[in-house]
């Protein structure tokens, strides 16, 4: 009687490439969080009562939680491990939600919601690409990017659409999103614990974890030159073109749409981050083309965010629903080949003991464009929308021309 052998165990490595799907699943859920209370603005200033300023306000809260978030979770998890961070990321944001449910009764939570929401953001842009990138070890290299770029945004806009959906049709608008939320994200940390660790605690001190965060965030002499001219004129415009797509563009039409306010900011989010997640895979073959010293996705994303931005200022004219709807798309395009040839580039530059630390630095200079709408609102009382965006335009050109002379430097190099 032949003996029946026991079927071959997958190796240590199939099973780390088989765990990226966990990992991304975490970016999907806290980007639906960070971003499902985009569409919400216009809610809680006509059924909540808030003003403009406390409107901003709630956005302000927001960037303080993930400026710390971006900057200090990742270098973390340099240090001691990716699954302990990246738990407690995903758990502050079913938190976050849960907290904003309470917003009914008071700005206080909404606050404390948002900043955590920020943080929640903050540590899954910084730890969950760089642990899905450590995953996917073996498959194309840039794979692991485009699966990080893609479940975030889309994350971004499904979070977005859903809970637009829920405050314009549904029971509770100012409960029932984050309830959807809190429900979809409430087994991912648990799921986590199960992903094999990719970077083992570091041993140290407190003063030791200190010194090596701080290098952490610094970017190696070598691609020093490379980061200056190619990736810092290009980050802040990865979410700089999102928020003039559907921050800007709702309130310039407002009063086209009427009382389908809300529907048409939702649509216009959700139409933003599925061009951006629709054109990803051509930013990927843009940068295959032009080899690892090449520019040509980056200067393709900064062309086209130039045409968004002349849209979006011919618009502050023309006040069209259908011109600030061709400007999204055009806007969400350029983000899609922005954040993931940025990401690239980023994970060219980095070692594995600083690649978080590196991709948080890219992240929290990408989110420094998303304060450009609160800039603009605040300079409205002195300017007009197209003087401003006319600016913004010039500013546009200024960077694409500084990310040409870079690359092609680079190239010459």
């Given at each position: ?169 549904g029971p509770w608008p100012m409960v029932t999103p984050y309830v959807v939320h809190v429900a979809i994200t409430a087994a991912v940390p648990l799921l986590l614990l199960r992903v094999p660790e990719t970077r083992p605690a570091a041993a140290g001190g407190s003063g030791g974890l200190l010194r090596a965060l701080a290098r952490d965030l610094r970017v190696p002499a070598p691609a020093r030159r490379r980061f200056r001219l190619v990736v810092l004129p290009m980050a802040p415009w990865v979410f700089g073109s999102a928020g003039l797509a559907y921050a800007v563009m709702p309130q310039l039409v407002d009063a086209r749409v009427g009382s389908w306010g809300l ?151």
């Amino acid at each position: 009687m032949l003996e029946t052998l026991p079927a071959a165990l997958p190796s240590a490595a199939t099973v780390r490439s088989r765990s990226w799907p966990v990992v991304a699943a975490a970016l999907f859920v806290c980007g639906w969080g960070g971003n499902q209370f985009t569409p919400l603005l216009l809610m809680y200033r006509r059924l909540g009562g808030y003003s403009a300023l406390s409107v901003d306000a709630f956005l302000g809260a927001y960037v303080v939680g993930l400026v710390p978030g971006l900057l200090l979770a990742g270098p973390m998890s340099d240090r001691r491990g990716r699954r302990p961070v990246l738990v407690a990321g995903t758990a502050a944001s079913a938190l976050a939600s849960l907290v904003l449910c309470f917003g009914v009764d008071g700005p206080w939570p909404i606050y404390a919601g948002r900043l955590l929401t920020g943080v929640a953001v903050g540590t899954a842009m910084a730890v969950g690409s760089s642990w899905v990138k450590e995953l996917s070890n073996g498959d194309d290299p840039g794979a692991a990017a485009r699966r990080a770029s893609l479940c975030q945004t889309a994350g971004f806009g499904l979070g977005a659409g859903v809970a637009g959906a829920l405050a314009q049709w549904g029971p509770w608008p100012m409960v029932t999103p984050y309830v959807v939320h809190v429900a979809i994200t409430a087994a991912v940390p648990l799921l986590l614990l199960r992903v094999p660790e990719t970077r083992p605690a570091a041993a140290g001190g407190s003063g030791g974890l200190l010194r090596a965060l701080a290098r952490d965030l610094r970017v190696p002499a070598p691609a020093r030159r490379r980061f200056r001219l190619v990736v810092l004129p290009m980050a802040p415009w990865v979410f700089g073109s999102a928020g003039l797509a559907y921050a800007v563009m709702p309130q310039l039409v407002d009063a086209r749409v009427g009382s389908w306010g809300l529907a048409y900011a939702t649509a216009l989010t959700v139409l933003t981050l599925g061009t951006g997640a629709a054109v990803q895979p051509l930013a990927r073959r843009l940068q295959g083309a032009a080899g690892t010293r090449g520019g040509r996705a980056s200067v393709t994303a900064m062309a086209v965010m130039l045409l968004g931005v002349v849209l979006c200022a011919t618009n502050a004219e023309l006040r069209s629903p259908w011109v600030a709807a061709v400007a999204a798309m055009t806007l969400g395009a350029a983000y899609g080949i922005a954040v993931l040839s940025g990401l690239l580039e980023i994970q060219r530059m980095a070692g594995p003991d600083d690649l978080a630390g590196l991709t948080g630095v890219y992240y929290a200079l990408a989110y420094a464009g998303f304060l450009l709408p609160t800039v603009l609102a605040t300079l409205s009382a002195w300017f007009s929308y197209q003087t401003m965006l006319t600016a913004v335009a010039l500013a546009a050109l200024g960077c694409l021309a500084l990310v040409v002379a870079g690359t092609r430097r680079e190239a010459a190099g």
